[in-house]
Every structure is written in structure tokens, then in C-alpha cells.
């Protein structure tokens, strides 16, 4: 069963970092281009960031380059999304999905993480 899990959300000021992790089993993990997807209830979703399946390709949306931070571990079958200076308009679920560039298809996803950035 194909299964990817993300943690780490919460509520941060802003300013403030959190780091999400999304754990992947049930496929071969390390063959996927991966990327994190961010929704907010009554928009569509928003790409965030991508990683090619080796880790050595980066890609950002316009909104966070210079603040976040993608990185995998494929031993550990974990996606890292490292998440700076935070802003209230970061906040949404976050999902890990597979894909890692804007458009790709995305044939597994995550059941997301809430983050929130408040006072």
C-alpha cells in the first residue's frame, strides 16, 4: 500500500520556521521526482516546491524561493520541506506529493498537514 504521511505543521508566528517531513512507503521512493503542494479551503491548490529523484534539482514558487527549502533523504524515504520567515499567507495544508515540477502529474499524494501562521 502506497502511503505518504506528512508532520511538522502547527502554528507559528510570523517570522517564525517549521520544518514538515513527509514519510513514503509502499513504493520505490527514490525513483520519484517529489514536490509540496499547499492548499487553502476555497482555492485551488498551489505548488510549492519540487526535487528531482536524487536530489540534486531544486525548484520553488515565485512565493517562497529564498524562504524555503526542499531536501530528501531516499534512504530514510523522506521529503523535507524547511519553511523560513514565515507569513500569514503561508498559511494552508501542506501536502507531499509525487512530480516535481508545477504541472507534472501526480500520482500519489499525502493526506496533508495544517500550518498556520498567526500571531
Known amino acids: 500500500e502506497v502511503q505518504l504521511v506528512e508532520s511538522g505543521g502547527g502554528l507559528v508566528q510570523p517570522g517564525g520556521s517549521l520544518r514538515l517531513s513527509c514519510a513514503a512507503s509502499?513504493?520505490?521512493?527514490?525513483?520519484?521526482?517529489m514536490s509540496w503542494v499547499r492548499q487553502v479551503p476555497g482555492k485551488g491548490p498551489e505548488w510549492v516546491s519540487g526535487i528531482n529523484s536524487v536530489g540534486i534539482n531544486t525548484y520553488y514558487s515565485d512565493s517562497v524561493k529564498g524562504r524555503f527549502t526542499i531536501s530528501r533523504d531516499n534512504f530514510r524515504n523522506t521529503l523535507y520541506l524547511q519553511m523560513n520567515s514565515l507569513k500569514p499567507d503561508d498559511t494552508a495544508v501542506y501536502y507531499c506529493?509525487?512530480?516535481?515540477?508545477?504541472?507534472?502529474?501526480?500520482?500519489?499524494w499525502g493526506q496533508g498537514t495544517q500550518v498556520t501562521v498567526s500571531l
Open positions: 506529493a509525487t512530480g516535481g515540477v508545477r504541472n507534472a502529474p501526480r500520482s500519489y
Open positions: 509502499g513504493f520505490f521512493f527514490g525513483t520519484y521526482d
